[in-house]
Nanobody
Framework: QVQLVESGGGLAQAGGSLRLSCVAS????????MGWFRQAPGKEREFVTA????????YYADSVKGRFTVSRDNAKNMVYLQMNSLKPEDTAVYYC???????????????????WGQGTQVTVSS
């Protein structure tokens, strides 16, 4: 069974930092672009960032650019999201996702991701 499991969420103060992790089990996604998305209460799921399968190219939503950093360790089947300078508007459930295809193109479109984790809650207080 393929699983993506996020961890590292929690409560942070504005200006603080959190590091999210995502581990894949059941198969390897080392050749798949990976993405992070988030969903706040009452809002649609939105793209946060994506990373290519090599880990050399990244893509960020304007709202997090310069504050968040995505990385991956293919040997460990892990993807990370370092979140700095957190803002209350970053409060959301954060989801890790794997692209449907190996060697796929990085994309902000949720429909191109075929595997999703259950999400981890991030709450930023002001």
């Amino acid at each position: 069974q393929v699983q993506l499991v996020e961890s590292g969420g929690g409560l942070a103060q504005a200006g603080g930092s959190l590091r999210l992790s995502c581990v894949a089990s059941g198969r390897t996604f080392s050749l798949h672009p990976m993405g992070w998305f988030r969903q706040a209460p009452g809002k649609e799921r939105e793209f946060v960032t994506a990373i290519d399968w090599r880990g050399g190219t990244t893509y960020y939503a304007d709202s997090v650019k310069g504050r968040f950093t995505v990385s991956r360790d293919n040997a460990k089947n892990m993807v990370y999201l370092q979140m700095n300078s957190l803002k209350p508007e970053d409060t959301a459930v954060y989801y890790c996702a794997a692209h449907r295809f190996s060697y796929g193109s990085m994309t902000s479109s949720p429909g191109e991701y075929g595997y999703w984790g259950q999400g981890t809650q991030v709450t930023v207080s002001s």
